[in-house]
């Protein structure tokens, strides 16, 4: 031992080269008191003599007297195993927190307060309170009952309209709404599941899906996929090939291509836009984009856009128009037959939904009584107003920008604090109205105690199936009915408004404008790269984030103020089609074939999506907002429900617009 002690002094430096023999045999004792290797005592007292004997120019005993005292004095009581090195391990932390909270329960069983609960503001970092839940006894969830206080029993104009669309449309409430929350028999029950047919539509991540194995390939596959996709459907609507991007056009062609910025992480204006073709057709070329000439667009980084233009020189590409919607999800249709039936399942009261966004507690406490106050609103139905047949609650639930949970104090994991304050609320409003209320919950990435990536798998389901609710993934394509419904938790209008560049002839709406170029790209996020702060995931990107269809009705919870409007669904098809077809005809010098091809224009009705936006549903320490929706059937569907002949077999558009009225409401 002395041999090897020695060796490994000398290796830790001079000093200790030609140490006397005394001392070595002294230090020798200690290093075997203390159950330490030779390798490890060489670090400790080469740490004590760096520290506390800077001047020494060798070891004495009395510096070895000295580090028997410091090794004594700070030796680790005996946590079950015994810790062979300076580092932490997952076994010693473990250890240390299940002796802490061994120490608080023999502390409360003695009637006694221990230092640990003498010291309940310390920071209790989300580790080690999911070891200590390990103990039966360290952490049990519960149900708890809110508390109303502060400045959101304070608030004023609640159930206040603070924003409307279509309110000229009068809602009929359903017969016997009013003991609704008195009777929840199982006739009720199945009454209201035939009232409203609910199914997820698409692809979105089952909740047992693997992340963090986002590869390069991954990124670029994705990217190529969208690009090809849109080149396919302009191919398709105007009946002519892309032009390569950096391949010279002196007359008019077709481009197709991602829009790019010229500066990594720059910021995007009318100078410094690229355009990005495709593997395939361009070997990935960029090129310079003009956008002088057209007289209206709408650009963000990531865009796949589709344009008619000249590449006078191979390098620059001058577009002439842009032609929207080429990349755009597909109209969703139904028979009227099919609308009949779901007319006379909801009758004259038509489908109901309410909608809101998380944070659902206010900012000075964790009492979850904003939302507390929207259940009981779903419940107990007023003057003229049914309950849902829907609730779609929207994360984030266990919000990370939250000043309590920011601040590390709390001594609940947040995976109890949503079981508890969220999900024992909303079962217990289950157990009040019974299934006649579907609840639907949808995760953000902002939520503490979910998987933080975008696409975002549903939340556990074991847990929301006891509680009497559906999880959902995030994002996600519902249909409700024949209504189509799309929504996504990441603030897309936030992130859009800070990269977009534009230009109009006219006035028009920002918002949503900004909300129809989701559609119009068929993705729920198609800004790349992604905003800060939103963790995408391009290897489930294509599938996951893919909107199947274009929806009837979108939401896209925001910061920003909220609203509910209509916002276009552009097409590539129909007279926008014939009018480009013509355009290139033209440019090649054919006459006939351009008149041919705009004589071929179809009709396509002026389509719109209802766009909302619901707000969050505390702002703050006060209360915020949520959506109120009703939608009353088609016109056509309930003549045919009442023996009339459909006046066709094909399936018709849901014209949501005329029909649906939205109320956005102070909480």
Same mark, same amino acid.
């Not at 203390?34 to 800077?54: L, N, S």
């Not at 009318?270 to 057709?281: F, P, R, T």
């Not at 016109?635 to 002949?645: F, L, S, T």
């Given at each position: ?35 330490? &290797? ?54 010693? %932390? ?24 003498? /010291? ?72 209201? =599941? ?79 836009? %690229? ?26 980084? /990531? ?21 929207? /919607? ?36 206010? *900012?000075?406490? !964790?009492?979850?009584?904003? !939302? ?47 079981? *508890? ?22 995760? =953000? ?30 994002? =996600? ?26 230009? *109009? &002839?006219?006035?028009?709406?920002? !918002? ?61 098809? /129909? ?93």
């Amino acid at each position: 031992m002395d041999a090897d002690l020695a060796r490994c002094l000398a290796i830790r430096g001079t000093l200790y080269k030609g140490i006397d023999p005394s001392v070595l045999s002294q230090l020798t004792s200690v290093v075997q008191q203390h159950e330490m &290797t030779a390798k490890q005592a060489a670090a400790a007292f080469d740490k004590f003599m760096t520290v506390h004997r800077q001047q020494s120019a060798s070891a004495s005993a009395e510096d070895v007297s000295a580090f028997r005292c410091e090794l004594t004095r700070s030796k680790p009581q005996p946590l079950g195993v015994a810790r062979t090195n300076n580092l932490f391990n997952r076994v010693s %932390l473990d250890d240390m927190v299940l002796a802490d909270v061994a120490t608080v329960n023999c502390a409360e069983k003695a009637g006694t307060p221990s230092s640990a609960q003498q /010291g309940a503001s310390q920071r209790i970092t989300p580790y080690m309170s999911r070891v200590a839940a390990r103990s039966a006894s360290a952490s049990k969830a519960y149900v708890h009952t809110p508390t109303t206080g502060g400045k959101f029993a304070e608030r004023q104009g609640a159930g206040s309209v603070v924003a409307s669309l279509n309110s000229h449309l009068e809602v009929l409430a359903a017969a016997g709404s009013e003991a609704m929350d008195v009777d929840g028999g199982e006739g009720h029950a199945a009454a209201a =599941s035939l009232r409203c047919d609910f199914a997820v539509l698409g692809q979105p991540l089952p909740a047992d899906c693997k992340y963090m194995v986002d590869r390069l390939e991954d990124k670029v596959g994705y990217l190529e996929q969208r690009i090809l996709a849109a080149e396919v459907a302009a191919e398709a609507a105007l009946g002519c090939e892309v032009h390569p991007a950096a391949t010279a056009a002196q007359q008019l062609a077709l481009f197709v291509g991602r829009v790019c910025c010229d500066t990594e992480n720059g910021r995007l204006n009318a100078q410094s836009l %690229l355009l990005e073709g495709s593997q395939k057709s361009s070997q990935g070329s960029r090129v310079r984009l003009d956008v002088s000439h057209c007289a209206a667009y709408r650009l963000f980084p /990531g865009q796949v856009v589709a344009l008619l233009g000249t590449n006078p020189s191979g390098h620059c590409i001058v577009a002439s128009s842009m032609l929207p /919607g080429a990349a755009a999800a597909p109209l969703p249709r139904t028979g009227l037959e099919a609308l009949a039936g779901y007319a006379s399942a909801t009758g004259q009261e038509g489908l109901s939904l309410v909608a809101a966004a998380g944070p659902f507690t206010s *900012s000075d406490d !964790l009492e979850y009584a904003p !939302l507390a106050a929207l259940l009981d609103y779903c419940a107990a139905p007023g003057r003229g107003r049914s309950p849902p047949h829907l609730l779609l609650l929207v994360g984030p639930f266990v919000d990370e920008q939250h000043p309590l949970l920011r601040q590390g104090t709390l001594d609940q994991r947040f995976e109890d604090v949503y079981a *508890s304050r969220v999900l024992g609320q909303i079962s217990r409003f289950v157990a009040r109205v019974g299934s006649r209320i579907r609840v639907l919950l949808l995760p =953000s990435t902002r939520d503490l105690h979910h998987h933080p990536v975008l696409p975002q798998p549903p939340l556990p389901e074991g847990q929301a199936r006891s509680a009497g609710v559906t999880s959902l993934a995030n994002p =996600s394509t519902l249909r409700c009915n024949e209504v189509v419904v799309g929504v996504c938790a990441a603030d897309w209008l936030m992130a859009c408004n800070r990269e977009e560049v534009a230009r *109009s &002839t006219q006035p028009q709406d920002r !918002l949503p404008e900004l909300a129809a170029l989701l559609p119009a790209q068929q993705s729920y996020m198609p800004l790349f790269p992604a905003p800060l702060g939103t963790p995408l995931d391009c290897s489930k990107a294509a599938t996951a984030l893919h909107m199947p269809y274009a929806p009837d009705l979108l939401l896209v919870p925001s910061d920003l103020a909220p609203f509910a409007k209509l916002c276009p669904l552009h097409q590539l098809e /129909g007279a926008p089609a014939a009018a480009a077809r013509a355009a290139l005809a033209a440019a090649s010098g054919d006459a006939q074939p351009a008149a041919a091809a705009q004589a071929q224009a179809t009709y396509v009705p002026d389509c719109s999506a209802v766009c909302i936006n619901p707000g969050r549903l505390a702002k703050g320490a006060s209360g915020g907002t949520f959506a109120d929706i009703r939608i009353l059937p088609l016109a056509e569907a309930v003549n045919v429900a009442a023996g009339a002949p459909a006046a066709t077999n094909a399936p018709v558009l849901h014209q949501l617009s005329s029909r649906c009225r939205v109320d956005i409401k102070r909480i």
